[in-house]
């Protein structure tokens, strides 16, 4: 009798003990260690596609970096007729009036004046933050017609950010000039980045603007009294 209730105490023991092993599991031994690893949380943008997280732009980085980092925040806006900002829309004119004002740079609503904005710049030379001016569309345009703003560097192939029109993939996007329909429209590169706002060609060579207005005393007078306003550009 003593050796059924010794069975029987031992089945209950291993019993207890099968269901408390499978309620809390195995601990590690006292040659194990538990390594747990902090992973930080995915953030959105990694993990829905077609969606852009914002992003905070560096306050340390050089002008021209923080701004296209600004300008790739924009990826995928509308493109609008005449449109200024992100929700409404772009036109080509309205995307760079949009960027560039982020950062204090004033830039014109008009692809056509553009064109003489900031100073030139050698194609050769254009860097990130340049800003790209082309003709239109038509064959036979010799006119500013769309603008964009450069995201390459010097010796790679002209890249750069813009609001299209175009039928197929209309928006803000990123284009490329060589091998593309670009190259044969392609008109000039402006610098605008620590350019006085707005500096034409003639003020960037130096040249001053006169407001003139002259006054004649009646005949016969002695003197002739000119009143003259001269507005030196700023370097």
Not at 92 to 111: E, Q
Request: include cysteine; charge should be positive.
């Amino acid at each position: 009798m003593r050796y059924v209730w010794l069975t029987f105490l031992l089945l209950v023991a291993g019993i207890s003990g099968y269901f408390a092993w499978q309620r809390f599991g195995k601990q590690p031994g006292p040659n194990r260690v538990a390594v747990v690893y902090r992973l930080p949380a995915r953030p959105v943008a990694d993990t829905t596609p077609g969606t852009l997280e914002p992003v905070a732009t560096p306050l340390d980085l050089p002008q021209a970096d923080s701004l296209i980092i600004f300008a790739m925040q924009q990826l995928g806006s509308p493109y609008t007729y005449a449109g200024t900002t992100p929700t409404g829309g772009f036109d080509c004119s309205g995307f760079l009036m949009y960027v560039y004002g982020r950062f204090g740079v004033s830039v014109p609503h008009s692809t056509a004046l553009l064109i003489n904005t900031g100073r030139a710049v050698p194609r050769e030379q254009a860097r990130r933050g340049d800003m790209v001016i082309f003709t239109g569309t038509a064959a036979t345009s010799t006119t500013p017609g769309h603008a964009g703003i450069i995201v390459s560097d010097p010796g790679q192939p002209l890249r750069f950010i813009h609001s299209s029109s175009a039928r197929r993939e209309s928006g803000v996007k990123i284009s490329q000039v060589e091998g593309t329909d670009y190259e044969r429209r392609f008109m000039g590169i402006r610098r605008v980045l620590g350019v006085a706002p707005l500096a034409t060609e003639n003020q960037a060579a130096g040249k001053t603007s006169a407001n003139t207005k002259g006054v004649v005393t009646a005949p016969g007078a002695s003197a002739t009294k000119v009143k003259t306003k001269v507005k030196r550009a700023s370097h």
